[in-house]
């Protein structure tokens, strides 16, 4: 915008004038100083120009989907920034509205045309179940950028047809069969790395299983007694 000023200068003395520009927008900008004064009729000219720069935000995705995670396990993905605008970006913080969800790194400084990689890591912590997040770039190029975020914490449930298996009388040395079927209630895989007995007279088959979500194994439990008399074990699942 045109402005006017004017000031006296001494014989033999300096003015400075502070020009400042202040532009509204992108792109070169040229304008014009008009200096009148009293040595001539005829006004000197200044002709002045400067680019207007601004930093812009651009994210490789806008969505990030997880899916299925095991509960207190992590799954990373990951998010490009990239500075596509004509001055340094700075990004002041990183926020997630879910303490299960870790931005890294916390901030960062994007020269123009130029990218960061920020890992986003998902570690559901105790409880299964669809999570529905965001985490926020808070820069100087504007308003927050907001990054949604999707995930399923997921777990295994270990779940016995009983608590307690009477198998009854059995001659001496001559083995009895009984079982129990171990069912997985939870959303997960269920892992059984070992199974053991606290007494010898008992045995457990198989020794190991994977059991899908919503399905079920059935265990042989194998009963010898080297006595008589009433006998009392535990099987232990690991």
């Known amino acids: 915008p045109k402005r006017d000023w004017s000031s006296d200068v001494c014989s033999s003395d300096l003015k400075k004038i502070k020009i400042i520009f202040s532009p509204t927008s992108t792109g070169l900008k040229s304008g014009?100083?008009?200096?009148?004064?009293?040595i001539s009729s005829t006004?000197?000219?200044?002709?002045?120009?400067?680019?207007?720069?601004?930093p812009a935000i651009s994210p490789s995705k806008t969505q990030i989907d997880f899916g299925n995670v095991l509960v207190n396990s992590s799954k990373t993905d990951s998010v490009v920034i990239t500075n596509s605008g004509t001055d340094i970006l700075n990004i002041s913080q990183v926020n997630s509205s879910n303490e299960e969800i870790i931005v890294l790194p916390f901030d960062a400084?994007?020269?123009?045309n130029s990218s960061k990689t920020f890992k986003v890591i998902f570690n559901p912590l105790s409880s299964v179940g669809q999570r529905n997040d965001s985490v926020t770039f808070s820069s100087?190029?504007?308003?927050?950028?907001?990054?949604?975020?999707?995930?399923?914490?997921?777990?295994?449930?270990f779940s016995p047809s009983s608590s307690t298996i009477i198998i009854g009388n059995s001659i001496v040395g001559t083995p009895k069969l009984d079982s129990v079927v171990i069912r997985n209630i939870g959303s997960a895989q269920l892992s059984i790395f070992s199974t053991a007995s606290s007494n010898g007279q008992f045995s457990i088959s198989p020794l190991t299983a994977n059991i899908a979500a919503s399905e079920s194994t059935t265990f042989y439990i194998t009963f010898i007694p080297g006595s008589t008399g009433t006998k009392q074990s535990n099987i232990i699942f690991s």
């Open 32 to 38: 014009e100083i008009v200096i009148n004064h009293s």
């Open 43 to 54: 006004p000197d000219t200044l002709l002045v120009d400067g680019t207007g720069v601004f």
């Open 109 to 112: 400084t994007i020269a123009p």
């Open 140 to 157: 100087d190029a504007g308003a927050p950028l907001k990054i949604s975020i999707r995930g399923n914490g997921i777990a295994p449930f």
